[in-house]
């Protein structure tokens, strides 16, 4: 067990990876001499040759589409997209290719492609390069899609990612990548899609996801204090999601709370709502609620930037409202 | 300036409070201290008192109408002008009708209280007040106190959970009633299942149904929170005579003779001062003499504050000022709430040769004491919380009583 920041760990993952499989081989934009916009690539051109760690001019529906045909032909291409905002422009590749091909051949293609993007809102980037599209890949059937929190989870899951037949993106949270934790290299993984239940508690759920995760665990301190019991599940993948850890809780604790950092309308919180009012309808105590961040493009001044995100007190003020508790006598 | 005036918050367990009148109209000049309102609190009748200087403006808040703490009740301002800034002002005294007839947009939803929407109601272009809407007297059957805040419309209510819980409780979801947000959640639900079922009155003769007082209803929820104790009876004859003979003679009341005695023979024994809770035993340093007393409206325990230590001409005169405060409704909960051990005595009903009293909670043990048998003996039965007390320890405890009963020489 060794303390690792979130990047160190993938680039771990990587590693190993890439010296247990020779089929593995990743591509990108500065990956290479570079060693990666957030260092994940770090070291592996000098260990493994520019054929398997290779830079690519800025064309990211070209080399997406590289990893497609390499993937079709049995090779296991690690793809980087600079930020999530560039994969608009690789959209043909994942969505018409990536995501159809294992179907429309019957099969008969395996589509054996990791596509690591960064992504979420990090410090003034922005409105351009602030967005959170994952609600758009969660609408693309055929995909998979992760979203480690921790770097235990960054390493295991992407090292699972690599190792799966099917395509899956990998979002990683660019606020993340000098969060340090423990990770465990010899441990046995979860499932690749199995939510984790962060902190226990009794009173409400909090569904959410990678940034948010922690900071609806920071939320949970504090409602301790003030009696409240909040469970913390982090979802870990988005697509499929682990709808049984969400259901037993919130059968449990009958309040459900949702946390993201996506925008509200029509975002992944919209989904987890809609599915879980199917699945818990008559075990909840109250309306299922929300805490998403503000339907805008992400202001680049860093107040406007922060205010348009749920923060902690944002969590702390809904569970209060969830648990029926705000209603205090203001004069 | 105007102020709001606030309805006070006068215990712990105080929720809302019952204006029974207003001292002042609107336009009086009003010094800082002066009563503005009486107000009647789960068993005492206290005053609103002025907090500045100034004249009282309205909209007033109703009279008999539960209000909760906190919430504006009228108002005090600078200068007699603002007073005649209500529409209502000019014919005075009559603001507490009005506004107890809100001009609530839905008539389903005005659990509010009044005051909340009126003082918005009140800023902008003031019509007159309809006169009709201005006689109908309040209704008795008056709303429950403790209202939402009012924001958005209101979806009616109950949680899927909630309604699922009920059902499988056999629970009528419609008789719940709802929490503090106006909806029922789980918690009423389940609060509902714990507390006693109401009667069902559809199959009977009419009926009205008629706000307790508030000292009814304190003595109701006091005695339900009762019912977790349990406890057993123990009874013995004794002779009151020497002891009526000696207070008689000491002019002493003999009620306070009695709890005198009580609480000597309470201090011979700790358990008899004791009190179960879930933290632990709580072992008081002090004998609290609770003595039930029928105002006529209801039921009251003043307390005689440590009455095995203090002298008894002291107890006396604190005797005198409680059943003064009692005559005229002024008790304050520090007056009656508290006591660790009770009498409650019925001789004055000569048929009543025995009965028996329920424990309170906060209290280990109560004696009741009827009138006098055939025999010239009277028989004292004591209810003990068993959690506490053992059936040894009671009978002891009758046997010491009896003994000071007997020999009254230590009344002084």
Partial sequence: ?331 | MKEPILMPVLSDTMQTGRLTRWNKSVGDPVHKGDALAEVETDKAVMDVEAFADGYLAGPLAPVDQDIPVRQTIGYLVDSPALTKAQPSAADDGKETTEISQPPSTNGAGSNASPLAKESKDHSGAASPAPPAASVVPTSEVTPSAVSAPSEGADLSGSSPYARALAADLGIDISHVPAGPDGKIHASQVIAAAVQPQDADLRLGPPFLIRKPSSLRAAVARNMVASLSIPSFQISADFALQPLQARSKAQKRSFTLALARACALTVAEDPYFNTVWTAKGLAVRSRVDIGIAVDTGAGLITPVLRDAAERPTAELAEDWRILLDKVKTGRLVPEDYQGASFYVSNLGIFPEITQFDAIVPVGASAILAVSAPSDNGKTVLTLSCDHRVIFGADAARFLQRLGQRLQDPSWLS
């Fill in chain 1, 1 to 331: 067990m060794t303390d690792l920041l979130y990047w160190q760990a993938l680039n771990r993952a990587m590693d190993i990876e890439l010296a247990e499989d020779d089929s593995v081989f990743t591509l990108g934009e500065d990956v290479a001499l570079y060693g990666g916009t957030y260092r994940v690539t770090e070291g592996l051109l000098a260990k493994y040759g520019e054929w398997r760690v290779r830079d690519t001019p800025i064309s990211e529906n070209t080399f997406t589409g590289l990893g497609v045909g390499a993937a079709m032909l049995g090779l296991r291409p690690v793809v980087e997209i600079m930020t999530i905002n560039f994969a608009l422009l690789a959209m043909d590749a994942i969505v018409n290719m990536a995501a159809k091909i294992p179907f429309m051949s019957g099969g008969q293609f395996p589509m054996p492609l990791t596509i690591r993007m960064p992504g979420g809102i990090a410090r003034q980037l922005g409105a351009q390069h602030s967005q959170r599209l994952e609600v758009m890949f969660m609408n693309v059937p055929g995909l998979r899609i992760v979203v480690p929190s921790t770097p235990q989870d960054a390493y295991w899951q992407l090292r699972q990612a690599i190792r799966s037949d099917d395509p899956i993106l990998v979002l990683e949270h660019e606020l993340l990548y000098f969060q340090k934790g423990a990770v465990d290299e010899t441990a046995i993984a979860p499932p690749l899609h199995q939510a984790q239940i962060r902190r226990a508690g009794r009173d409400l759920t909090c569904i959410t996801y990678s940034r948010m995760s922690t900071v609806a665990q920071e939320a949970a301190a504090e409602l301790a204090s003030e009696g409240i019991e909040m469970e913390v599940i982090d979802l870990r993948s988005l697509s499929p999601i682990d709808w049984e850890s969400c259901v037993q809780s919130v059968s449990r604790t009958h309040h459900c709370l949702i946390v993201e950092e996506d925008c509200r309308f029509a975002g992944t919180g919209a989904e987890f709502c809609a599915t879980l009012q199917e699945f818990c309808f008559y075990q909840l105590d109250a309306p299922i609620q929300r805490v998403a961040a503000l339907d805008l493009p992400t202001p680049f001044n860093g107040a406007l930037e922060a205010a348009t995100i749920p923060a902690k007190e944002n969590v702390v003020q809904a569970a209060r409202k969830l648990m029926g508790l705000n209603q205090g006598v203001s004069q």
